[in-house]
């Protein structure tokens, strides 16, 4: 099973992953990382989360297929796709687009700062 995990994360704890990979060789997982929510939220809109939701329950098909399942508009579902295929969550396949994981994680924490 192929998962990625979205998240938000500062650049010293994603040093510090790499660095635990490095030094012990142990895979840590796919991740799609933000440097805030706010990011995350304007790049994966609302829309965009439906869009990977669809491809990913019905497989790899053309954007006209796509568009006509989320009923939109095909320029838009098709300007929704390239920020995911940009950041990974969405690949060319020979029959159009696809989301390549079984799983996608997200988690986002909010807490204060003592």
């Known amino acids: 099973m192929r998962?990625?995990?979205?998240?938000?994360?500062?650049?010293?704890?994603g040093l510090n992953r790499f660095?635990?990979?490095?030094?012990?060789?142990?895979?840590?997982?796919?991740f799609v990382t933000f440097?805030?929510?706010e990011v995350l939220l304007k790049t994966i809109t609302t829309k965009r989360w439906e869009l990977?939701?669809?491809?990913?329950?019905?497989?790899p098909m053309g954007i006209r297929p796509l568009a006509r399942l989320l009923g939109r508009d095909?320029?838009?579902?098709?300007?929704?796709?390239?920020?995911?295929?940009?950041?990974g969550l969405i690949e060319d396949h020979e029959n159009g687009v696809w989301v390549p994981f079984?799983?996608?994680?997200?988690?986002?924490?909010?807490?204060?700062?003592?």
């Open 102 to 114: 079984d799983q996608i994680e997200s988690h986002i924490v909010l807490a204060s700062v003592a």
């Open 35 to 37: 440097d805030s929510v």
């Open 74 to 87: 095909v320029k838009n579902v098709h300007s929704d796709i390239q920020p995911l295929k940009e950041i």
């Open 19 to 30: 660095k635990t990979a490095w030094e012990t060789g142990e895979p840590q997982g796919e």
């Open 52 to 59: 990977l939701r669809v491809l990913q329950k019905n497989g």
């Open 3 to 13: 998962k990625v995990v979205i998240q938000v994360e500062n650049l010293e704890k």
